[in-house]
């Protein structure tokens, strides 16, 4: 059975893979995103490009927090998915442009919600963060786990988007999900992000800043692992008194920063020159995902190996990089 979807943030990394999936499927998707300059717009065109191909897609230029014409949007198109992927990433930024996140995240989240109150939306399929679980000591990071101790502004506004979203669950039986993905990459992923600065900088032989003297730990998921989770989590909408789910995704092991740098390494056939640096503010020492729950949910839990990888994204940027170029 064919669906419509409304994947918001398309020409984002995770939002420009699941609409592709999607179309790939024979859905109907409306991709919207602002195509802000937070990073290099020619890589949201890049991914943009992906998908335009596609008879069944359709672009629309939009700010979330842009409530009439959001309103407008549900109204018209009458979705029966929404997967909800845009927001203003990254935790350092949001040190240094805090109403971004306010408009994006939680005016965002909003319009989201009310376009999907009031248009019967069949499932609503959001974007948390692992950034939720802040100073959390216990290990691995669950679902059940206290969240009160945000560390940056962009995770305080992903608690809050799952507060909004719970709410929404119980006032108007909506049925919401709401992922935490942990650390996503591979080919097409953000600039800002440590596997494309690292990269970037390695290839040009220039220094690299490792934080916390290399002693943080990531539980990097890759993009078609996250893609896997998302397409197979929205065929399970909530049901009950509260229609509300919860999922972490994310690999279930934790890699050691010198363990990716060595990935980057043997990908790149060069050696990195480390500046060794304290913790940053708002940066936690490590994330650290129970895939439980999803793993009882749809039978499946992420696996790919950082190696693995790290080598299809040194890959895809080398290419990249090329392309610009000629």
């Given at each position: 059975m064919t669906?419509?979807?409304l994947?918001?943030?398309?020409?984002g990394?995770?939002?420009?893979?699941?609409?592709k999936?999607?179309?790939?499927?024979g859905?109907?998707?409306v991709g919207l995103?602002n195509?802000n300059d937070?990073?290099?717009?020619?890589?949201?065109?890049y991914?943009?490009?992906?998908?335009?191909?596609?008879?069944?897609?359709t672009f629309v230029?939009?700010?979330l927090?842009?409530?009439?014409?959001?309103?407008?949007?549900?109204?018209?198109?009458?979705f029966?998915?929404?997967?909800?992927?845009?927001a203003q990433?990254?935790?350092?930024?949001?040190?240094?442009n805090?109403?971004a996140?306010?408009?994006?995240?939680?005016?965002?989240?909003m319009t989201?919600l009310?376009?999907?109150?009031?248009?019967?939306?069949e499932h609503?399929i959001?974007?948390s963060s692992?950034?939720v679980y802040?100073?959390n000591?216990?290990?691995?990071?669950?679902?059940?786990?206290?969240?009160?101790?945000p560390v940056s502004?962009?995770a305080a506004?992903k608690?809050s988007?799952?507060?909004m979203?719970h709410?929404y669950?119980?006032?108007?039986?909506?049925?919401?999900t709401g992922?935490?993905?942990f650390?996503?990459y591979?080919?097409?992923?953000r600039p800002?992000m440590?596997?494309?600065?690292?990269?970037?900088a390695i290839?040009q032989?220039?220094?690299i800043?490792?934080?916390n003297?290399?002693k943080?730990?990531?539980?990097?998921t890759y993009?078609?692992?996250?893609?896997e989770?998302v397409?197979?989590i929205?065929?399970e909408?909530?049901?009950?008194s509260?229609p509300y789910?919860l999922f972490?995704i994310?690999?279930?092991?934790?890699?050691?920063?010198?363990?990716?740098i060595q990935?980057?390494?043997k990908?790149?056939?060069?050696?990195?020159d480390?500046?060794?640096?304290?913790?940053?503010p708002?940066?936690?020492?490590?994330?650290?995902a129970?895939?439980g729950?999803?793993?009882?949910a749809?039978?499946?839990?992420?696996?790919?190996e950082i190696e693995?990888?790290?080598?299809r994204?040194?890959?895809?940027?080398?290419?990249?990089?090329?392309?610009?170029e000629?």
């Open positions: 669906r419509k979807y994947v918001t943030g398309a020409a990394f995770i939002g420009m893979y699941t609409a999936r999607l179309l790939e499927q859905h109907e998707v995103d195509l937070y990073y290099e717009p020619e890589l949201k065109s991914r943009l490009n992906q998908l335009i191909p596609y008879e069944n897609f230029e939009l700010d927090a842009n409530r009439e014409g959001m309103a407008a949007l549900f109204a018209a198109e009458k029966d998915r929404v997967i909800h992927l845009a990433a990254g935790v350092r930024y949001s040190i240094e805090p109403f996140y306010v408009d994006s995240n939680l005016v965002g989240m989201v009310e376009g999907c109150r009031h248009n019967k939306v609503l959001y974007a692992s950034s802040g100073m000591d216990k290990i691995p990071f669950a679902e059940e786990d206290q969240v009160d101790n502004l962009y506004t608690k988007n799952e507060l979203a709410s669950a119980k006032l108007y039986k909506l049925p919401v992922l935490r993905f650390t996503v591979g080919p097409a992923g800002d440590a596997p494309w600065l690292f990269t970037e290839l032989d220039k220094p800043k490792v934080f003297h290399g943080m730990m990531r539980d990097f993009i078609d692992d996250i893609v989770g397409v197979r929205q065929d909408a909530p049901t009950g509260i789910n972490n994310g690999n279930n092991e934790p890699i050691q920063l010198s363990r990716f990935a980057i390494e990908a790149t056939g060069k050696t990195a480390k500046i060794m640096l304290d913790m940053q708002g940066d936690v020492e490590r994330t650290y129970d895939s729950r999803l793993e009882e749809v039978g499946y839990k992420p696996e790919t693995l990888g790290i080598e994204f040194v890959e895809w940027y080398k290419a990249y990089k090329e392309n610009k000629h």
